[in-house]
């Protein structure tokens, strides 16, 4: 399956028709994560992360698993 959020030097591209509902999608922009998902009713969400420590441990996510993880973990502060 074709990824379906990319970035160029204009900034973040978005095709929605791609994306599976309820699942997590991520890119870095800029220093930045950027954290999208449709939800149930097809509307977009977005979230822009800025931490730069949180932002290196995004980017050094392997897989969807890890990235899961790593929110997991975070919002349990283990992190």
């Known amino acids: ?3 379906p959020i990319s970035v160029d030097e204009n900034g973040m591209n978005l095709k929605p028709e791609k994306m599976e509902k309820e699942k997590l999608y991520h890119c870095i922009f800029k220093n930045k994560a950027m954290l999208v998902f449709k939800d149930s ?3 977009l969400n977005c979230y822009e992360i800025e931490e730069q420590d949180l932002v290196e ?3 050094k996510c392997g897989n969807d698993d ?3 993880k790593l929110f997991d973990d975070y919002l349990k502060g283990k992190t």
Request: net charge negative; aromatic share 8%; charged share 50%.
């Open 41 to 43: 009713q097809d509307v």
């Open 1 to 3: 399956m074709e990824w």
């Open 57 to 59: 441990k995004i980017r």
């Open 66 to 68: 890890d990235l899961e």
